[in-house]
């Protein structure tokens, strides 16, 4: 899934350990974190700003709601998601999100 293809300004992830393997393969992509404690992303990249479109990264081995709802994004639409099989099994799967504000 392309950030610049859905127009996103930047990624977010639910948490923020997370964010730190997205971060080294995006490059110079930035990588918000939804659930921010004041964590370094927030230093590096700046807090989430709900007026401004980000691509969501779900992983299934973590359960996390979508941002959706007061002062958060009004949307999010699925994208797309990957699959990760071993031997038939699913071991884990992201999905992924264009959450946006109207």
């Not at 080294?24 to 990588?31: E, F, I, L, N, S």
């Not at 709601?65 to 099994?89: A, H, K, M, W």
Request: with cysteine; aromatic share 16%; charged share 20%.
């Amino acid at each position: 899934v392309s950030q610049s293809r859905y127009g996103a300004d930047g990624i977010a992830v639910p948490e923020w350990f997370l964010a730190s393997r997205l971060a080294w393969y995006a490059k110079d992509v930035p990588v918000k974190v939804i659930n921010s404690h004041d964590d370094q992303f927030n230093i590096w990249y700046g807090a989430v700003d709900y007026t401004r479109s980000l691509i969501l990264v779900k992983w299934s081995q973590i359960p996390s709601e979508l941002p959706i709802g007061n002062q958060r994004y009004t949307n999010c639409q699925y994208l797309d998601e990957l699959v990760i099989e071993n031997s038939f099994i699913q071991i884990s799967k992201f999905e992924y999100y264009i959450c946006r504000s109207n």
